[in-house]
């Protein structure tokens, strides 16, 4: 059973480029959690997405940052016109459940964006 | 504002001792507690905690928490060259789904 698939591992923009992350969750798990890690800084979370449904964007910024769970496919995290300051290492998790507070979360091996 | 914090922030051993983690909270309603062992890859999950003073032990490491004090403690016995990481704990709170993560405790084990 292949674990939660991130691509690409590595990704290189320059300042006002688009970024697109992809995330495709473990087998069976349907809620699928987008983290941010800044250098020296803890995993925050940004969104959180059912099939089809954005449950709840509260850690996304508000411009350029969107994110999107079709029915097929992996789940995109799309951010427009980067800048130096997105530089990070962007994690996504999934779980077979959600909002219950005791789901386990199961990562990625994250995506580690670069803007140059 | 929650807060998940982590204790010590960095800590270097020799092969074989005991070394003990911990992760204290202030959050609005607590669900539960998760540790996670990060190599240079994805976090990989180690044990969840919803029950005060329920041990969860796994092979070396075992947890346990106290929701009265509001923290919880990681030990890992017999420290081994391969238990060198950076090692997270998060909070459920709230609305449940999202996870608050402590900046994490980086672990050396030297031989």
């Known amino acids: 059973n292949a674990g939660v698939m991130q691509n690409p591992r590595h990704l290189v923009r320059r300042r006002g480029q688009e970024a697109r992350l992809r995330c495709s969750p473990m087998?069976?798990?349907?809620?699928v959690y987008w983290y941010r890690q800044l250098p020296e800084e803890g995993l925050k979370f940004m969104v959180y997405l059912q099939k089809e449904n954005i449950i709840d964007e509260s850690g996304m910024p508000k411009e350029r940052f969107s994110a999107e769970f079709p029915k097929e496919g992996p789940s995109i995290l799309r951010i427009q016109q980067v800048v130096r300051g997105d530089s990070a290492a962007y994690f996504c998790a999934s779980s077979p459940r959600g909002g219950q507070g005791i789901d386990e979360q199961y990562f990625g091996p994250g995506t580690r964006l670069t803007v140059t | 504002e929650d807060k998940v914090v982590q204790s010590p922030l960095s800590l270097v051993v020799h092969e074989g001792d005991t070394v003990t983690l911990n992760c204290s909270y202030e959050v609005t309603n607590f669900r539960s507690l998760l540790w996670y062992k990060q190599e240079k890859k994805a976090p990989t999950f180690l044990f969840m905690l919803t029950s005060s003073g329920i041990e969860k032990k796994s092979g070396r490491l075992s947890s346990i928490l106290d929701k009265k004090e509001l923290f919880s403690i990681l030990n890992i016995t017999a420290t081994q060259t391969g238990d060198s990481a950076v090692y997270l704990c998060?909070?459920?709170?709230?609305?449940?789904?999202?996870?608050?993560f402590g900046k994490g405790t980086s672990l050396l084990v030297t031989p």
């Open positions: 087998k069976g798990h349907s809620h």
């Open positions: 998060a909070v459920y709170a709230n609305s449940g789904y999202a996870l608050n």
